[in-house]
């Protein structure tokens, strides 16, 4: 049988000490969390932030830096101290642990993102521990993520994992930020994320972290409609929040997983990659594509936007407008405009390469978190 597989997300806030550096008894208790995970028999993807928190303070920095060029600076010096501090724990558990470097556009290419699927199973085969994180010294926004919950909850999603644990510094999600409002309750259970919940939540974070609490309920929608079941909670040194969740004793938030009913090339279509373009369609072909599961053919393409390519995935919209699903497109946009709304059996969007929208990615509208202030970044005084 296949060994299940857990992605684990650690966030900044549970990584660093009260200073926002790099807190190594912290990470040693993390690590040795999954080396227990492994021996029950799980594979262990980790997406670990952390590496901006491991690297500002040998710049010479006395605070976390707010521009992007010292945030990136501050991940180059500090993603290498990550991963050693890693490296040395996960030796002592006796496993192999690799770094994996990502950005937003190893995603968006069909043949980019089968390759860094392909690493990352061979990896967990050989029962090593990939340690993902956002290629942050290059990343910028276009190519960016900005938050690993949602680079988690893709990759998590992609290798069709069973379990993702989004460890955070609050034992879960509260009714409001429990920081900010005493009387929040925490929400133990949740069939799905549900628009309601997220339009109550407001994006107020941890002084450390990305994303907060409503990024984190985003990427669990992504994850459990992929049908992965997530975890959200608080990993303190005196309790093992990981393995009681994974033995279904833990506190904290718990997102069941759908059906899984959408296949990898579905989820890469409809989730991981940025659309190159766009095709206005008629009623008629997009109740052909909706209804009767028909392949879209250039009499029903209305309209052409964007410079696509062959092989590229575009939205599709009917004639009001609204997006109705996604595709890859077999020809680049120049063709289409030739030939669109005349009689032809060429296929523009094959029906085993489409998705309909109900809840297309809300992420991919999501701006990136880098700030591109020029400020300068706090010196270590006398320096
Ligand atoms: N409804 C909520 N329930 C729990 N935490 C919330 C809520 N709303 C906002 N938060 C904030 O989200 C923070 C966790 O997210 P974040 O700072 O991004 O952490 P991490 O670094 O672990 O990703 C909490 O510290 C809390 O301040
Ligand atoms: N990639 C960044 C962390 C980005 C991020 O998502 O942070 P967090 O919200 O703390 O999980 C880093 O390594 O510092």
């Not at 029906?351 to 202030?373: C, E, F, G, I």
């Amino acid at each position: 049988m296949k060994q299940p597989i857990v992605v684990v997300k650690i966030g900044t806030s549970s990584l660093v000490d009260e200073r926002g550096r790099l807190d190594k008894k912290r990470l040693a208790h993390h690590v040795a969390s999954i080396g227990e995970i492994k021996r029950k028999n799980f594979h262990v993807v980790l997406v670990s932030s952390g590496g901006i928190a491991a690297g500002f303070y040998e710049l010479g920095l006395t605070e976390r830096p707010r521009t992007l060029a010292g945030k990136q600076a501050a991940a180059a010096v500090g993603q290498g101290a990550l991963i050693q501090n890693y490296r040395e724990r996960f030796a002592e558990q006796g496993v192999i642990c690799a770094q994996v470097l990502l950005t937003r556009s190893d995603f968006d290419n069909r043949s980019r993102y089968r390759n860094a699927l392909q690493t990352l199973e061979y990896l967990l085969d050989r029962g090593v521990v990939p340690i993902i994180n956002e290629n942050d010294s290059v990343a910028v926004d276009e190519i960016c993520w900005g938050d690993n919950d949602t680079l988690a909850a893709l990759v998590a999603g992609l290798l069709q994992a069973e379990e993702l644990l989004l460890v955070t510094n609050t034992n879960g999600v509260y009714t409001d930020n429990p920081q900010k409002n005493p009387k929040a309750t925490l929400i133990h259970h949740l069939e799905s994320v549900g628009e309601e919940l997220l339009a109550s939540l407001d994006d107020s974070k941890s002084t450390l972290g990305s994303g907060g609490m409503r990024s984190k309920l985003l990427a669990a929608r992504i994850a459990s409609e992929a049908g992965v079941r997530v975890h959200i909670g608080s990993e303190q040194l005196e309790i093992d929040w990981m393995i009681q969740t994974l033995m279904q004793q833990g506190s904290g938030t718990t997102i069941e997983a759908a059906p899984r009913h959408i296949s990898r090339k579905e989820h890469w279509i409809s989730r991981h990659s940025a659309p190159a373009g766009q095709l206005q369609v008629d009623e008629g072909a997009a109740q052909a594509l909706l209804k009767e599961g028909s392949s879209l053919l250039p009499i029903g393409v209305v309209a052409v936007n964007g410079e696509f390519q062959e092989g590229d995935i575009v939205r599709v919209v009917d004639s009001t407008g609204v997006e109705i699903g996604r595709g890859m497109s077999r020809y680049a946009a120049n063709w289409i405009v030739q030939v669109l709304g005349r009689r032809s059996e060429d296929v523009v969007i094959h029906r085993n390469d489409w998705v309909a929208t109900p809840s297309v990615a809300t992420y991919l509208h999501r701006k990136p978190q880098m700030d591109l202030s020029t400020s300068v970044d706090g010196e270590e005084s006398g320096q």
